[in-house]
Nanobody, 124 residues
Framework: VQLQASGGGLVQAGGSLRLSCAASGRTFSSYAMGWFRQAPGKERESVAV????????YYADSVKGRFTISRGNAKNTVSLQMNSLKPEDTAVYYCAAALKPFIVTTTTADFGSWGQGTQLTVSS
């Protein structure tokens, strides 16, 4: 599957932004999708994951209550609505698809087909 992330940018602390990811190349609706981020000098971490049907979601503790992941299987898209942004949210954000269909996982190693990433910078 090919993934194309978009929507990053520069925003002030407390602001909002929406990231989008368009997928193509395989049966999108059979795979969990996730948003991950990597800040300079840090490992890539999972931010939010949504299962293949959209009925189950996972959020990192650091973003719970502020971020919302959603998917549109008809349009092969997954989005991340980010509210109340903080400077520590600054990172390159990637969308990714699970490597196998119908698995329940939030582990970064279980995801692949990484998009090119989109930069989010939150100023204080």
């Amino acid at each position: 599957v090919q993934l194309q992330a978009s929507g990053g940018g520069l925003v002030q602390a407390g602001g909002s932004l929406r990231l989008s990811c368009a997928a193509s190349g395989r049966t999108f609706s059979s795979y969990a999708m996730g948003w991950f981020r990597q800040a300079p000098g840090k490992e890539r971490e999972s931010v939010a994951v949504i299962n293949w049907s959209g009925g189950s979601t996972y959020y990192a503790d650091s973003v719970k209550g502020r971020f919302t992941i959603s998917r549109g299987n008809a349009k092969n898209t997954v989005s991340l609505q980010m509210n109340s942004l903080k400077p520590e949210d600054t990172a390159v954000y990637y969308c990714a698809a699970a490597l196998k269909p119908f698995i329940v996982t939030t582990t970064t190693a279980d995801f692949g087909s990484w998009g090119q990433g989109t930069q989010l910078t939150v100023s204080s």
